[in-house]
């Protein structure tokens, strides 16, 4: 008889997370779970704490309350044996601008302290996977944003990483270069990488993320699939363009009797609709429904 084998423990376990500048609170009292083998993306607004978050569950700054393990390790107590697991890849390049694509991947080999020959052989094999191999030789001063955020996100594996911080990768990257990171992070999770997304781009977060929290203030105040986050928006709406050109976005259920409502009334007003068009909830109503209110003392100042 096939034994199941136990669960694995979550790659990732932040509990009561805390963190101020002065007598600016930027995280309070965050708590997430991450399970191995994922992507959990973290949203929110320009100065949510999404960056802070990062830079203390990658062991760059500390918590100033609340603890967390990564990979099992206490990232208090053991801050070394998390960073021989992790990776980060910043919002910014770490790439050195004056050196090849190949140096700036065996400096980074030497900096995780590979032999000579092992890092070459990573070097080599990461310049294939991110489909850098004919411009191994040229320096990375000379590389598209898109290029160069590859280069970027190989950097960070050249430690073979089992969980990875992303802190936005894809900003002011056009469409076609953010669809290859994303191809990128997807193979990633298929090799059993936990992926730890910031981003923006809500549709990154839809197309990337098993689980997505959302960030505001320093507080969590949402957790889940997109599937559930969009539900905690009730209704969508429908977009109505009239014959004369005018539009109207109407609130709308969901439903086949919301619809037939709509319809009705507007039969009844004798309006003449040249276009119809069904929104349902996305992402992006749930972050303008969860996120930007002011607190009482920022809409004071």
């Given at each position: 008889?096939?034994?199941?084998?136990?669960?694995?423990?979550?790659?990732?376990?932040?509990?009561?997370?805390r963190?101020?500048?002065?007598?600016?609170?930027?995280?309070?009292?965050?708590?997430?779970?991450?399970?191995?083998?994922?992507?959990?993306?973290?949203?929110?607004?320009?100065?949510a704490?999404?960056?802070?978050?990062?830079?203390?569950l990658?062991?760059?700054?500390?918590?100033d309350?609340?603890?967390?393990?990564?990979?099992?390790?206490?990232?208090?107590?053991?801050?070394?044996?998390?960073?021989?697991?992790?990776g980060?890849?910043?919002?910014?390049?770490?790439?050195?601008?004056?050196?090849?694509a190949?140096?700036?991947?065996?400096?980074?080999?030497?900096?995780?302290?590979?032999?000579?020959?092992?890092?070459?052989?990573?070097?080599?094999d990461l310049?294939?996977?991110?489909?850098?191999?004919?411009?191994?030789?040229?320096?990375?001063?000379?590389?598209?944003?898109?290029?160069?955020?590859?280069?970027?996100?190989?950097?960070?594996?050249?430690?073979?990483?089992?969980?990875?911080?992303?802190?936005?990768?894809?900003?002011?990257?056009?469409?076609?270069?953010?669809?290859?990171?994303?191809?990128?992070?997807?193979?990633?999770?298929?090799?059993?990488?936990?992926?730890?997304?910031t981003?923006q781009?809500?549709?990154?977060?839809?197309?990337?993320?098993?689980?997505?929290?959302?960030?505001?203030?320093?507080?969590?105040?949402?957790?889940?699939?997109?599937?559930?986050?969009?539900?905690?928006?009730?209704?969508?709406?429908?977009?109505?363009?009239?014959?004369?050109?005018?539009?109207?976005?109407?609130?709308?259920?969901?439903?086949?009797?919301?619809l037939?409502?709509?319809?009705?009334?507007?039969?009844?007003?004798?309006?003449?609709?040249?276009?119809?068009?069904?929104?349902?909830?996305?992402?992006?109503?749930v972050?303008l429904?969860?996120?930007?209110?002011?607190?009482?003392?920022?809409?004071?100042?």
């Amino acid at each position: 008889m096939t034994s199941t084998p136990p669960p694995q423990p979550p790659a990732l376990v932040a509990d009561g997370l805390r963190k101020s500048y002065g007598d600016k609170l930027v995280l309070d009292s965050i708590d997430l779970t991450v399970p191995p083998g994922t992507v959990f993306a973290l949203l929110g607004p320009n100065g949510a704490g999404k960056t802070t978050a990062v830079e203390i569950l990658s062991t760059l700054i500390s918590p100033d309350a609340g603890t967390a393990r990564i990979l099992g390790h206490d990232l208090a107590t053991e801050p070394d044996a998390v960073r021989a697991r992790i990776g980060v890849t910043g919002q910014f390049s770490a790439i050195d601008g004056l050196l090849t694509a190949e140096e700036n991947l065996l400096l980074m080999a030497d900096l995780v302290h590979l032999d000579r020959e092992e890092g070459r052989r990573r070097a080599t094999d990461l310049l294939a996977r991110f489909d850098l191999t004919d411009v191994a030789k040229n320096r990375a001063a000379t590389f598209s944003g898109g290029m160069k955020r590859r280069l970027d996100l190989a950097m960070t594996l050249i430690g073979d990483p089992q969980l990875i911080f992303l802190d936005e990768p894809t900003t002011g990257l056009d469409p076609r270069s953010r669809r290859a990171v994303w191809d990128i992070v997807r193979e990633l999770v298929a090799d059993g990488v936990t992926i730890f997304l910031t981003t923006q781009y809500l549709e990154e977060a839809d197309q990337l993320a098993d689980t997505i929290a959302v960030l505001d203030h320093g507080t969590l105040v949402a957790q889940g699939t997109s599937a559930e986050l969009k539900r905690l928006v009730p209704t969508g709406h429908v977009e109505v363009t009239l014959t004369g050109g005018e539009t109207r976005r109407l609130p709308y259920g969901g439903d086949v009797r919301s619809l037939r409502t709509i319809l009705d009334e507007l039969d009844a007003a004798d309006e003449q609709v040249a276009d119809l068009a069904i929104h349902t909830p996305d992402l992006d109503d749930v972050f303008l429904a969860l996120t930007g209110d002011p607190r009482p003392t920022e809409a004071a100042r």
